[in-house]
């Protein structure tokens, strides 16, 4: 088993990328899932915090080409999040953008623009909510990861290579 980078810990990479309908594995690596959702309280209290290991594990996944598991995890993180708090808005346009990785990587463009086009809907919507705590949102690079969005969805047609890394985001 591989281990992460740093940021995430001790905790382990799933054993394979599951990509539905492939015929390489049979399933997901539901056990390696299961240590990493168990992080996530019932309920986050006000907002989720930038540095929660299950929220930065999520990210990790995506930018290591686990999309699936990505959307698991952040999914899980999401669920947790206060109703109505930007941080629900900003996962859900992570869950998206892993979404539309998983569906570059299965060689649905089409279904993979259409998944960022929301995602840039979900930003845009949290660029006009007030900011202004500690939360993930309030940390996170939105308008550079909305930029990259808009940039990939300029293209004719999108393509494996054009996969959307949360890390990216940070480094323009």
């Known amino acids: ?5 740093s940021g995430a810990g001790h905790l382990p990479l799933p054993r394979w990328a599951y990509v539905p309908g492939g015929s390489d594995k049979a399933g997901a690596d539901y056990e390696t899932l299961a240590q990493i959702t168990a992080l996530v309280p019932p309920r986050f209290g006000g907002y989720v915090p930038a540095r929660h290991p299950a929220l930065r594990y999520g990210l990790m ?21 206060p109703q109505g708090g930007r ?6 346009a992570c869950i998206l ?19 960022l086009g929301e995602a840039l809907g979900e930003l845009e919507a949290l660029g006009v909510r007030s900011a202004g705590g500690d939360g993930f949102a309030d940390c ?20 494996k290579a054009d996969l959307v890394a949360f890390a990216a985001a940070g480094r323009t």
Request: net charge positive; hydrophobic share 55%; glycine share 2%.
């Open 1 to 5: 088993m591989t281990a992460p980078p």
């Open 61 to 81: 996944l995506n930018d290591h080409g686990y999309f699936w598991e990505a959307q698991e995890i952040l999914e899980a993180v999401w669920a947790a999040a």
């Open 87 to 92: 941080e629900r808005i900003l996962l859900r």
């Open 97 to 115: 953008i892993a979404t539309a990785n998983l569906r570059l990587r299965m060689q649905k463009p089409h279904v993979a623009s259409r998944l």
């Open 140 to 159: 996170f690079p939105v308008a550079a990861l909305a930029a990259l969005i808009k940039a990939k969805l300029g293209r004719p047609l999108l393509a």
